[in-house]
């Protein structure tokens, strides 16, 4: 009993790092005059391949703020990462008039990205990797569209079991080329 209460205080206790990727301030005009109003928007992840975002409206900038993050803790995704710093694949995300090229890179490269992208991946855990926004610069946008991108990523292991295949057979080391063929007749 005291061993399931201590794993879900560990559990509880996870680090999770918050980025505020945008305020803006919104003034309606009412009867009598304006009233200031403020809209956050947040991405939270714990850098091991989770993230979320959250976008939250308050009077204050506080409270938006913590509005986003309670949202974005709600609404995480966890996302493969080959080799814990990297992208498995090249993809291409669109949300409304943003998008966005997602691209592998190798080790060394580090985080080459804008804006609300660099906020993503720097709390995904991403350490390589190479992004290029296309269309809208929205903020809200711009981090649709890569959602959009990374939920749809496929690693090798979900993959093969797609079709039934050994994770090996997928990863294979271009056996199926036209050079591995050539190099084996040689041999």
Same mark, same amino acid.
């Given at each position: 009993?005291?061993?399931?209460?201590?794993?879900?205080?560990?559990?509880? =206790?996870?680090?999770?790092?918050?980025?505020?990727?945008?305020?803006?301030?919104?003034? =309606?005009?009412?009867?009598? &005059?304006?009233?200031?109003?403020?809209?956050?928007?947040?991405?939270? &992840?714990?850098?091991?391949?989770?993230?979320?975002?959250?976008?939250?409206?308050?009077?204050?900038?506080?409270?938006?703020?913590?509005?986003?993050?309670?949202?974005?803790?709600?609404?995480?995704?966890?996302?493969? %990462?080959?080799?814990?710093?990297? %992208?498995?694949?090249?993809?291409? &995300?669109?949300?409304?008039?943003?998008?966005?090229?997602?691209?592998?890179?190798?080790?060394?490269?580090?985080?080459?990205?804008?804006?609300?992208?660099?906020?993503?991946?720097?709390?995904?855990?991403?350490?390589?990797?190479?992004?290029?926004?296309?269309?809208?610069?929205?903020?809200?946008?711009?981090? =649709?569209?890569?959602?959009?991108?990374?939920?749809?990523?496929?690693?090798?292991?979900?993959?093969?079991?797609?079709?039934?295949?050994?994770?090996?057979?997928?990863?294979?080391?271009?056996?199926?080329?036209?050079?591995?063929?050539?190099?084996?007749?040689?041999?």
């Amino acid at each position: 009993m005291t061993q399931a209460l201590d794993r879900r205080k560990t559990e509880k =206790k996870e680090e999770l790092v918050e980025r505020l990727v945008h305020i803006n301030r919104v003034a =309606k005009t009412v009867k009598g &005059g304006r009233t200031m109003s403020f809209a956050a928007v947040v991405v939270v &992840g714990d850098q091991k391949g989770r993230v979320g975002f959250g976008s939250g409206k308050a009077a204050e900038v506080p409270e938006a703020i913590t509005k986003a993050t309670n949202e974005a803790k709600k609404n995480m995704v966890r996302i493969p %990462l080959r080799e814990g710093r990297t %992208l498995h694949h090249d993809i291409h &995300g669109r949300f409304g008039a943003g998008k966005v090229i997602l691209r592998t890179a190798p080790a060394g490269t580090g985080v080459i990205a804008g804006g609300p992208m660099r906020a993503i991946f720097e709390v995904l855990g991403v350490q390589d990797v190479v992004a290029k926004s296309l269309g809208s610069n929205n903020p809200y946008n711009m981090i =649709k569209a890569t959602f959009d991108a990374l939920t749809s990523i496929n690693s090798p292991r979900m993959v093969a079991a797609k079709r039934g295949k050994k994770v090996g057979d997928i990863v294979s080391r271009r056996e199926g080329s036209v050079n591995a063929k050539v190099e084996k007749e040689e041999a």
